[in-house]
């Protein structure tokens, strides 16, 4: 099939190579001259494992193809993706801007019926007004659909080839069919596409988001319990996600969620649900329990060195919003960072993929060391923000000994509490009873 992807990110190149490696022939187009240009040369902009292996294939074998010229790409394709990014507006509502001028360069280029679908996260509504776009230019016919993307940072090119599931809104049954056949080969273990209206699928993906978020708040919250009363939050979250009802998964405190998605779609919920009269309340309360974790290390800090930081040098091990992602977008390391910085902190970070991306975001203000452990030499304190595979099992004396104070605030539950007592570390994390004397378990007077 001759399938266009505008928009080449985090979504749109993976969803281009992975239907490339299906077979199709496919042309991927953005407006970023560089980005283009270096995906020419085989060079990934991103870091995403496995990606490289399939642009790198597929180009070679001349069914994925570059360029900067959208209506080119338009005229190429029977379908089309719109995978263009969708950031905050002032309001916090999704700005449609990129979407909407994809939807005219769309309608201009229109040379026959084509399938044009969102991939990238858009309000409900919006596929109405990319039709509206597209037929202010032109009068062939087009079906517009809305396929949401589920895929994962660091698990993308995975969670495409192998989905939990496909959703498809859509009142033709023309792209119905061309959808569900572009789709079969990613379907054939039994994973369901699934086909509904428009508006469901575009609720959808909210939804989806909102609901992990609201765990991820949730838990900190209960975390922020366990502190408080000497209760181990990693025993709570096995015996609450033991019940089937609820499951294991995104009930891991922590540091609180960040990057391209859950805070720009949870926003945006919340103005969606505004502009129909619906209570936002429970994902403003989402939204402010996060807003309160991301500042839990500095709080602890503060606690513990002081306000001032002047001549204090401060680790930190981990700048992505997650691992396998060189992705900075809303991570909380930003929040963070900037604090040390304010506070007067000389910070020496270390990230495994994300350091040069954290450079452009953060500046020259703190030092970036290749090897974690040397950002550790002097230091009164190592904060873990990122739970890179490689932060798990450090050889603890030598951090012991490099490091001025051996205070480590684990913003990702990494290592086990009493263990790091033993090897004679001041640890704190994140529910698991650090902050308050472990047999005060009566109940606080005021709840009586
Ligand atoms: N990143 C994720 O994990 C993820 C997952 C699911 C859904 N989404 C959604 O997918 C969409 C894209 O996200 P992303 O992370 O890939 O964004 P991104 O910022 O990485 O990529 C967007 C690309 O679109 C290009 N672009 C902007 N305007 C354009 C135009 N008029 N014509 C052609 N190209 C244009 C930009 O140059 C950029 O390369 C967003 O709506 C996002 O919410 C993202």
Redesign the pocket.
Known sequence: MRVGV?????????VGACLADAGNDVIC????ES?IARLKQNQI??YEPGLEELVVRNQEDGRLRFT?D?GACVRGSDIIFI?????PGEDGS?DL???L??AA?IGRNMDGEKIVIT????PVGTAAKVRAEIEKHSGMPVHVCSN??????GA?VDDFMKPDRVVIGTDSDYARSALAELYAPFVRTGNPILFMDVASAEIT?YAA?AMLATRISFMNMIASLCDAIGANVDHVRKGVGSDPRIGNSFLFPGVGYG???FP??VKALIRTLEEFDIDAGLLEAVESVNERQKRLLLDHLDERLGRDLSGVTVAVWGLAFKPETD?M?EAPSLEVVRGLVERGATVRAHDPVAMEVARRVLGDGISYVDVNYDALPGASALLILTDWKQYRSPAFGRMKGLMQRPLVLDGRNLYDPVRMGQLGFEYVSVGRGASASPIAMEAPASSA
Request: glycine fraction near 10%; include cysteine; charge should be neutral.
């Open positions: 505008i928009g080449t990110g985090y979504v749109g190149l993976v187009a953005d407006v970023d980005k902009p991103i900067t959208v995978a263009v990014g969708t950031p999704a801007k990129h979407v001028e994809v360069a991939k990238s996260t858009v949401p993307e589920f895929l994962k940072e993308a993906k988001n990057g391209s998605c720009k779609d992705d977008r």
